[in-house]
């Protein structure tokens, strides 16, 4: 199992940056693929971001593809999502979550959530 604690979100204009952090425990982080969702109020959880457990491979939605980056750290327990170029739209919790088989995009094969934190980008 992998306890997920996120951590790095606030307030930002648009066109700032943010980078959010997720710091995992347990046993199985490096072998797991990390995703990084997202939901606004008023909507359904999205994908944001994936990687493979190896950090070789990684996917983006559409909507983030240029501006955000995820990265990890697999000897610190820890992934990243750099955002760069906010826009207002981009305002939701933010959620990291963890898949000990395979990896993608699909949010039902995330196992273990973290509690997420609020990004909100002022226009």
């Known amino acids: 199992q992998v306890q997920l604690v996120e951590s790095g979100g606030g307030l930002v204009q648009a066109g700032g940056s943010l980078r959010l952090s997720c710091a995992a425990s347990?046993?199985?982080?490096?072998?797991?693929?990390m995703g990084w969702f997202r939901q606004a109020p008023g909507k359904e959880r999205d994908f944001v971001a994936a990687?493979?457990?190896?950090?070789?491979?990684?996917s983006y939605a559409d909507s983030v593809k240029g501006r955000f980056t995820i990265s990890r750290d697999n000897a610190k327990k820890t992934v990243y999502l750099q955002m760069t170029s906010l826009k207002p739209e981009d305002t939701a919790v933010y959620y990291c979550?963890?898949?000990?088989?395979?990896?993608?995009?699909?949010?039902?094969?995330?196992?273990?959530w973290g509690q997420g934190t609020q990004v909100s980008v002022s226009s």
């Open positions: 347990g046993r199985t982080f490096s072998s797991s693929a």
């Open positions: 990687i493979s457990w190896s950090g070789l491979s990684t």
């Open positions: 979550a963890a898949r000990t088989t395979g990896w993608g995009t699909a949010i039902e094969q995330y196992t273990n």
